[in-house]
């Protein structure tokens, strides 16, 4: 009798420690990179997955995402984070905002944070659920400014390189108006000359304004270096007063040149690979939020920029060997989802097209990709609805219209979005009147439920076999 309850214990124990061995070797954390530029959507997006997961998570709004339609999730809740030196996502503000009676838009961030989320399921299949029949995994997801993830392309260029295609991109047609001050400075800046602090301050405060112009007036994502926009504690650091000068040859030790190429070099090594290195090494999957539409707004030059700028930072997220934060890092990254945002800012036929613009624009990035043993999918998505579609009858022809509120005005308002091109077009394929897409304020929250377009695909891609 003695020795079977012995044997009863010792199973237990044993079935225990096998538990916590379990728990610890397989995957319970899960790092979430919600990357893209700045206006792309990250924070609408991290507010979304919460309050569907954390309360709208049923097989009606969720059908896509097989934990839920499975009937298996069991509740999801914001628990502490890990990294005890970042501050929370401030998910009470942004869902107030969504949800209150005229909804807005939580406001853009200025500094990095984060905010981990425990679902609990039960377990489906295979080695876990015969020792446990429920499951919990951390999802853990970083917001940061957008204009920080452009800096990234910078780490794997030098001071040269990134000054002559810097001052290319400044000197396109639909550039060059913002930029006539700041060059017209530099035409009469003498690189080689011994440092004068006044000059290289006023220079770079011209090219910080210049930035700042250009954030505000068009959508161009790539504005390096990224903390001149959003310098959080380094406002005034030297590290911060750099621009970009054409080459110079016969530069000296004390040269201006040789000082601007050392404070671009610090700005790398002391800003951005920190910030990197902390935050985008150990992530397991990654979504890329993609402003298409704005893109279009602003014309060939921007989506064209837009292209670039996309494909140098997937170039340095490059899973591959010769990726450079492979090299540094060691990432784990094993699914990216591309997704064109806010899709309903256009019909629900038309949401396919952005898709495949998207896809068009990430060229061979995607291969790369793929290649290096990455799963990646592209999707259009809106993670918080803004508009509702709607049927206009005119004249016997059905036409495709969006109904919603359009950002800054008061009125609701029916439209018919333009086509959007399914693949990248150049200036001369481009419309005679460009594009005109409209922005909206949220819908409306319906019994305190906010709607989506495609988030349960966009989870279900993303973090739906880690719930298994
Ligand atoms: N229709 C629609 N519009 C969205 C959605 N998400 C964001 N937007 C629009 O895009 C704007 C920017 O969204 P944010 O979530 O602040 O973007 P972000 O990537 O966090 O931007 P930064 O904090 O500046 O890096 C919002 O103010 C909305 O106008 C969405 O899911 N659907
Ligand atoms: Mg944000």
Redesign the pocket.
């Known amino acids: 009798m003695k020795a079977k309850i012995v044997t009863q214990k010792a199973l237990d124990k044993l079935k225990n420690n096998t538990q916590k061995a379990l728990n610890r070797s397989l995957d319970r954390h899960i790092k979430l990179a919600v990357t893209?530029?700045?206006?792309?959507?990250?924070?609408?997006?991290i507010s979304?997955l919460v309050k569907h997961l954390t309360s709208q998570a049923n097989k009606q709004n969720l059908p896509f995402f097989d934990v839920v339609r499975e009937d298996r999730l069991i509740a999801a809740k914001q628990v502490p984070q890990r990294a005890l030196d970042i501050p929370t996502f401030d998910y009470q503000g942004a869902s107030a905002c969504l949800l209150a009676e005229q909804p807005t838009?939580?406001?853009?961030?200025e500094r990095i944070n984060t905010l981990t989320l425990a679902l609990k399921f039960h377990t489906h299949s295979g080695l876990r659920a015969h020792l446990s029949p429920t499951s919990t995994v951390y999802l853990e997801l970083i917001?940061?400014?957008?204009?920080w993830l452009a800096d990234l392309p910078m780490l794997s260029q030098d001071y040269q390189t990134w000054s002559r295609n810097t001052l290319e991109l400044l000197q396109r047609d639909k550039y060059k108006p913002y930029s006539d001050a700041f060059l017209s400075l530099l035409d009469v800046f003498n690189a080689t000359d011994d440092v004068d602090e006044h000059v290289l301050k006023t220079l770079a405060q011209s090219y910080q304004q210049l930035l700042c112009r250009l954030k505000d007036k068009t959508k161009l994502a790539q504005l390096q270096p990224g903390r001149m926009l959003i310098p959080s504690d380094l406002a005034g650091a030297p590290v911060l007063l750099f621009f970009p000068v054409m080459p110079v040859d016969d530069t000296h030790e004390s040269s201006q040149y040789r000082q601007l190429e050392a404070r671009f070099e610090a700005y790398k090594q002391q800003v951005v690979m920190p910030f990197y290195k902390q935050h985008f090494c150990q992530f397991d999957r990654q979504l890329v939020?993609v402003?298409v539409l704005s893109a279009l707004n602003d014309g060939p030059d921007t989506l064209q920029a837009q292209r670039e700028a996309l494909q140098h930072v997937m170039q340095v997220f490059n899973y591959g060997k010769s990726g450079l934060l492979k090299r540094l890092f060691y990432p784990k990254i094993d699914k990216v989802l591309f997704a064109a945002?806010?899709c309903?800012?256009v019909s629900p036929s038309q949401q396919s097209d952005i898709a495949l613009l998207l896809n068009d624009m990430l060229g061979e990035q995607r291969n790369e990709l793929r290649f290096s043993g990455v799963a990646v999918d592209t999707m259009a998505?809106?993670?918080?609805?803004?508009?509702q579609a709607k049927q206009v009858n005119d004249n016997g022809q059905h036409l495709e219209c969006v109904y919603g509120k359009v950002?800054g005005e008061n009125d609701w308002t029916t439209y018919l979005p333009p086509q959007p091109p399914n693949h990248c077009i150049s200036a001369q394929q481009w419309p005679k009147y460009g594009f005109e897409f409209l922005?909206?304020y949220?819908q409306k929250a319906q019994q305190g439920n906010l709607g989506?377009v495609r988030l349960d695909h966009a989870l279900q891609f993303l973090i739906g076999d880690k719930l298994v």
């Open positions: 893209g530029f700045s206006g792309s959507g990250k924070t609408a997006f979304a838009w939580p406001a853009s961030t917001d940061y400014p957008g204009e939020l402003d945002n806010k309903d800012h998505i809106s993670s918080v609805q803004s508009t950002l922005s909206f949220p989506h």
